[in-house]
């Protein structure tokens, strides 16, 4: 089986840009959740998206969002990019079913540099 | 979820066996222990979790106490390929797709 994948995996921004992150889960899983990692937070979770149904949402500010489409894929979308916004964003996928006990599957990530 | 303690780092010789303790006094009946590893720069994969018995599969074992406050995991032949930051994450069913990292414990092997 194919793991997750995302694009891209590098991306340069500018203050005040938008930028949209990909990720296609393993194929047969319905949950993608979405992660930002900095080196003074760690790692922070953003949302989880399951059945194009945004399930879960972290604490991040509106700038921040996403969607699912009916084949699994997700993306992410940051508007008005932010110098704090550059880090590496992870998405994980599961097979989300019910309320089980499920391991989650991330990506390699995208690093993300705002400047 | 409940909060984890774990050492901020550890060493251990390659081919020994590698004990990473996680302290999680909280722990309440529905949580699960989860455990994680993060490999410099990249995604984090997943290594095992339990519930209250004892799990091993072919990455590692995990040890959880009687009375499920702590655990432990086991890296039976350590390589250097494991060195890595480990995180234990307590979390209940349904939760498992929002996991709660803290900083986890830098495990270096040595040759």
């Known amino acids: 089986k194919a793991g997750v994948t995302q694009t891209p995996r590098y991306l340069i921004k500018t203050r005040g840009q938008q930028v949209t992150l990909s990720c296609s889960p393993i194929?047969?899983?319905?949950?993608v959740s979405w992660y930002q990692q900095t080196p003074g937070q760690g790692l922070q979770f953003l949302f989880e998206?399951?059945?194009?149904?945004?399930?879960n949402k972290g604490n991040f500010p509106g700038r921040f969002s996403g969607r699912q489409f009916s084949n699994s894929r997700s993306e992410m979308n940051v508007s008005t990019l932010e110098l704090g916004d550059s880090a590496l964003y992870l998405c994980?996928?599961?097979?989300?079913?019910?309320?089980?006990?499920?391991?989650?599957?991330f990506g390699p990530g995208t690093r993300l540099t705002v400047t | 979820d409940a909060k984890t303690t774990q050492p901020p780092s550890m060493d251990c010789a390659e081919g020994r066996a590698a004990n990473l303790p996680c302290n999680h006094s909280?722990?309440?009946?529905?949580?699960?222990v989860y455990w994680y590893r993060q490999i410099h720069s990249q995604g984090p994969q997943y290594i095992i979790h339990?519930?209250?018995n004892n799990e091993t599969n072919e990455m590692a074992s995990l040890i959880i106490t009687e009375d499920r406050k702590s655990s432990t995991l086991i890296l039976p032949h350590a390589t250097l390929r494991d060195t890595a930051v480990y995180y234990c994450?307590?979390?209940?069913?349904?939760?498992?797709?929002?996991?709660?990292f803290g900083k986890g414990t830098l495990l270096t092997v040595n040759p």
């Open positions: 909280t722990i309440s009946g529905n949580e699960y």
């Open positions: 994450i307590v979390t209940s069913r349904g939760s498992n797709y929002k996991l709660t």
């Open positions: 998206y399951f059945s194009e149904t945004q399930r």
């Open positions: 994980a996928s599961s097979s989300g079913r019910g309320t089980g006990a499920y391991e989650q599957y």
């Open positions: 194929s047969g899983h319905r949950s």
């Open positions: 339990g519930l209250k």
